[in-house]
Structure formats: structure tokens, C-alpha cells
């Protein structure tokens, strides 16, 4: 995420640098081609695949800054080093029980690595290996870059991995990488249900793409928005109601599940339990492009330039986490779940009277915590095997129905 933005006219967003645009303009042209060998519409889940991850051109896969305050977005690992921090507690609890490693899933920059690392070691938990998983070849070479500079006791247990292992145990962590996997667009009208696809277009105004919708009928996606209409959208469902499935995360979750021998996944992320997903008065869905820290609806702008993400359905993910044999060990907001794994502790190791310290950090807490910034928008769900003790991420607060 990406927080707090202001929405703008496109048209005065911060202008790119010529070979910004050139890189933009490469990426059109190689989406645009896929489109014509595929007779002239692609779905939106693969537009915004090949936008986010074609190889050497696409927003993650390529060398543009995203992170920070000279990218586009903030996480939280960016904000504070207290959300690694209190993470790290949670995951020495898990390690405790079962022991094993950890994995971390789409690490970015290698902020969240490197403040876990620190923090493991500061706990006596140390696990062997801290594995690291990432789709990009530039962040991976980011986060090699940042880890190389802990101390070498920890640096020595970061190991990159090109796909998931077979099996696993231990903590398997992710943080914002459920909102960049790639959704289909679906609409649901009197005329029946339709899939948004991507087409080639002049505009005339320099974007290339256009929306384009084709009747649904069949397959995975067909059933997927047969059962949200039913079920979410009331009868009458409304006039027109756009809005995206993500088939891919309850897909990504299943492969965790086959993975995970013992141990927990936790999962951290913008979005809300199907029932609210998929209110019917949600009309416009949840689409959300980031560019130099503002946000927009439009993903055709510009794209490798800007990231693409929708919210997180957490009842899919749960679903599909007990669909393939795992408990859900907990869903809470990202403020509960911080304060459970101890954040005012932390907090409170640091002097009240030294100004120049704690100020910054308690900022960064209510950041992090407070329900008008990230407390509650993001959500924090785990799901694991062979775990008794109850997580102490979900202890504190009420937690949240699915
Ligand atoms: C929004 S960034 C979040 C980065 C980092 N976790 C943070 O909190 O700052 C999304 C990250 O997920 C990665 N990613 C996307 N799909 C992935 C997948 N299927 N497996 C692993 N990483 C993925 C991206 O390349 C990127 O590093």
C-alpha cells in the first residue's frame, strides 16, 4: 500500500523523464503485440501480469525505484522498523513451536529481511536459513544488496530461492504482495455477466489500451462471479457493478499449503472479507494504480511505470487455505495484530525524554497502528499446520469475522 494519497487528474501527475517514457513506450509495444497474436483481446489478469512482470520491462521486473519516498508507494516495512520488529516476535513464537526457517515472499527492498534478521537474533531465535523468494531479478539483486550489509552471522542465513521448495517448515511471511497478483475484471449487468479485457487502441492521447467486454460463459471465472452475484449481490443485483476476482491468490495459497509440512503463513495486506468486497454498493471494485505517490484508477497509464493492485478478498484466501488442509489461525487488523506481537513494548524501550528519538518512532507507530492510516485498512490473516498455541498477533483485539 501505499499510504496516504491524493487522488489528481492524470493529466497533472509528475511528468516521467524521456527514458522513463521510452521504457513505457517498449512495454506498450510488447503488450500490444501479444494482443494482436491473440486475435486482438487479452484479460485484464494477464494485462496487468505482462504490466507488473514482463521480463525486463514490466513495473516489478524492471530497475524503476518503487519503494520509499522516491518511489511511488510506502509499505510499512519502509515506515518503521517496529513492523519487522513486532513481526519478528510472532514468527520466534511459531519457530518455537515447530522450528524450521523462514520464507519470505515478494521481500522488495529487502527492508522487512534485514529488520526480521536483526530482530530474530536480538530474540535468541535465529532460525538457520531466512529464504527468500522474489519474482523480480532487480529487487532480487536490491535485496542482496541491502542483506550484504548486516552483520555476517545474519547475512549468512539469507538464501534466494527460484520457486517455492517442496517442502517447508517454520514462518512464511508476506507483506503486500497479495494486492500485486494479477485479478480478472468482471461486470455484472441486466445483459448478463461480462469479462473486462484489455484491446489495443489509439486515443490519440498517447495511451494505447482500452477496456473491451465479452460475455462470461464457463470456466473457473464464470463460477467464481456466479457464486459472488448470488451470494454478495442481492436480488435485484444493482443496474452495473464492476468489480475483479482474483483467481491466482487462492491458486498461490494452494501451493503454500502443498509446501507447508508445520509452521504458520502469515499474510499481511489491504482488503476485507468477501462480504464487504463484494457489497453491492462497491460498484467500481477496488482497482488502484500508484505513480510518485498518487494514486489513480486508470491502468492503462503509463504502464512499468506505475503499479497496478486491487484489494485482497481474505475470504478466498481463507477458503482456499482450509480447501487445501490448513487452520485459520487468525484475522485481525494490522493495528491489533501489531499491538498483540507486543508493539507498545517496543515503544517503550525508547526514552519519552529524548526527544530526537522517540518522536520520529512514535509516529511511525500510529502509522502503523492508527485506524485513519494503516491500522485497520490492512488486515493480517495466518493460516498454518500443526500448531497448537494460539498466535499472539491475534490475542489482543477482537478478532474479525470471515
Ligand atoms: C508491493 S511489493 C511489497 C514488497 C515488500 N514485501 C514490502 O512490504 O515492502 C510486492 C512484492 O511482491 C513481489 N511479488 C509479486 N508476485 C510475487 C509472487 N508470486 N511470488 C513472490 N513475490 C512476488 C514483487 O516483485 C514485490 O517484491
Not at 103 to 115: I, M
Not at 268 to 293: K, N, V, W
Not at 359 to 367: C, D, I, T, V
Amino acid at each position: 500500500m501505499k499510504t496516504p494519497l491524493t487522488s489528481r487528474e492524470l493529466g497533472q501527475l509528475p511528468q516521467p523523464s524521456a527514458e522513463a517514457l521510452a521504457h513505457s513506450r517498449g512495454l506498450q509495444s510488447h503488450i500490444a503485440d501479444e494482443i494482436g497474436r491473440e486475435g486482438g483481446w487479452i484479460s485484464f489478469s494477464r494485462y496487468m501480469d505482462l504490466a507488473l512482470y514482463a521480463p525486463g520491462l514490466g513495473y516489478y521486473s524492471a530497475g524503476a525505484r518503487k519503494f520509499g519516498p522516491a518511489g511511488d508507494f510506502v509499505t510499512a516495512p519502509e515506515i518503521s522498523a517496529l513492523f519487522g520488529q513486532c513481526l519478528a516476535r510472532q514468527i520466534a513464537e511459531v519457530l518455537a513451536e515447530c522450528g524450521g526457517d523462514v520464507l519470505e515472499l515478494g521481500p522488495g527492498s529487502g527492508k522487512l529481511a534485514w529488520d526480521v534478521l536483526l530482530a530474530l537474533d536480538e530474540l535468541g531465535a535465529l532460525p538457520q536459513r531466512y529464504l527468500l523468494l522474489e519474482v523480480s531479478g532487480d529487487l532480487r539483486l536490491r535485496q542482496q544488496e541491502k542483506l550484504a550489509t548486516l552483520p555476517p552471522h545474519l547475512a549468512a542465513r539469507a538464501q534466494w530461492l527460484d520457486a517455492l521448495p517442496p517442502s517447508f517448515s517454520g514462518a512464511v511471511i508476506a507483506n503486500e504482495v497479495l494486492d500485486v497478483l494479477p485479478v480478472h475484471v468482471v461486470s455484472f449487468t441486466n445483459g448478463g455477466m461480462f469479462e473486462l479485457g484489455v484491446v489495443a487502441a489509439d486515443a490519440g492521447d498517447g495511451q494505447r489500451f482500452a477496456w473491451r467486454s465479452r460475455l462470461l460463459q464457463g470456466g473457473p471465472l464464470a463460477v467464481a462471479a456466479g457464486r459472488i452475484s448470488s451470494a454478495y449481490l442481492g436480488n435485484p443485483p444493482p443496474p452495473a457493478y464492476t468489480t475483479e476476482i482474483c483467481l491466482a491468490a487462492p491458486a498461490w495459497v494452494s501451493s503454500l499449503a502443498t509446501m507447508l509440512e508445520r509452521g504458520a503463513i502469515i499474510l499481511i495486506d489491504y482488503g476485507f472479507r468477501a462480504a464487504e468486497y463484494y457489497h453491492p454498493s462497491r460498484t467500481q471494485g477496488t482497482l488502484m494504480c500508484h505513480y510518485r505517490h498518487y494514486a489513480h484508477t486508470d491502468p492503462f497509464y503509463l504502464p512499468g511505470l506505475q503499479d497496478i493492485t486491487a484489494h485482497v478478498d481474505f475470504t478466498s484466501v481463507a477458503e482456499a487455505g482450509r480447501a487445501a488442509g490448513l487452520d485459520v489461525l487468525g484475522y485481525t487488523t494490522q493495528g491489533n495484530f501489531l499491538i498483540g506481537c507486543g508493539l507498545t513494548d517496543l515503544l517503550a524501550r525508547a526514552d519519552p525524554r529524548n526527544v530526537t528519538d522517540y518522536l520520529p518512532l512514535a509516529n511511525q507507530a500510529q502509522r502503523l497502528v492508527s485506524p485513519a492510516e494503516m491500522g485497520e485498512f490492512f488486515k493480517v490473516i495466518a493460516l498454518g499446520k500443526g500448531l497448537d498455541t494460539p498466535l499472539r498477533g491475534f490475542a489482543s483485539g477482537h478478532p474479525l469475522p470471515l
